[in-house]
């Protein structure tokens, strides 16, 4: 709702940072104290260290950062192909099958991700396609969970092109794959990047499920967080928390930027 009065406007700043200070600015303040505390006996934190983060960038701390850059790149770039092909085939097929489309990718998100993670679990332990105890099992589980918004992503953005520019590809002669490849997807390209940030984002914050897969071999960093706050190492979980979080935020960075350049194509 548009707000034209001055007092108005500063009625809503006001509430704004009532309600955004002490919800999301402020835990996320007091994460990055505890990242640098020795340790927290008073109302601010005392004795400031970087130890934590001289643990948190080597050894098992690292390999578990490139475990989950690596599970969410995999986990991002399979969810975006299932998602745009089904989107791509649900908008030529029609309304019932984009409404079937939803249903089905909407599935895994619409139940806790835990449950996912044991019908995986349970559906990949036998074979033909015995996956329990392997990364790839992890990395399924992560596509499975972020498909559905890169699906939706691709789905609303496919539902604001304007046709003209396919039909006036086509009237000049060009096949479907043409007009597919040169006129649809590089439209397609500010969307695909959104999607494909926001997979990678929750690829690398999700827990529940991974908690129930990872081998021993494929540890991701946020099962490492939960493991130092349930050993009672809260600043070493903090620091790792940083570490993820800002490493998280460089990589949407990267990708905001190339999709600011696909939108000025």
């Known amino acids: 709702m548009l707000v034209h009065s001055r007092g108005g406007r500063w009625a809503v700043w006001v509430l704004f940072a009532l309600l955004f200070l002490p919800l999301f600015a402020l835990p996320l303040l007091v994460l990055v104290a505890a990242s640098f505390a020795g340790h927290w006996s008073g109302a601010l ?32 770039a399979l969810a975006l192909v299932a998602g ?3 989107a791509l085939s649900a908008h030529a097929l029609g309304r019932r099958a984009r409404r079937v489309m939803d249903l089905l990718f909407m599935l895994p998100v619409a139940v806790p991700s ?8 349970v559906a990949f332990s036998k074979p033909p396609l015995l996956l329990n105890g392997t990364r790839w099992i992890v990395i399924l589980a992560h596509t499975v969970l972020v498909t559905a918004f890169a699906h939706q992503s691709v789905t609303a953005a496919l539902g604001r092109l304007d046709p003209a520019y396919e039909q006036a590809a086509a009237s000049l002669g060009a096949r479907p794959w043409y007009v597919l490849w040169r006129v649809r997807l590089p439209l397609l390209l500010p969307s695909l990047g959104a999607a494909a940030g926001l997979c990678f984002a929750l690829s690398m914050g999700e827990l529940s499920a991974t908690m129930m897969l990872y081998p021993p071999d494929w540890l991701p960093l ?35 930027r190339i999709r600011t350049k696909a939108s000025y194509r």
């Open 114 to 121: 835990v449950v996912a993670g044991l019908a995986l679990l």
């Open 45 to 76: 934190p005392s004795g400031p260290t970087l130890d934590h983060y001289d643990a948190a960038v080597r050894g098992e701390s690292l390999q578990a950062l490139t475990t989950s850059l690596l599970t969410a790149a995999a986990a991002s």
């Open 222 to 256: 946020p099962v490492l967080v939960f493991s130092a706050t349930d050993r009672g190492s809260p600043f070493t979980g903090s620091a790792l928390a940083v570490v993820l979080m800002g490493t998280t935020l460089l990589v949407l960075l990267a990708l905001s």
């Open 84 to 86: 745009t092909w089904a």
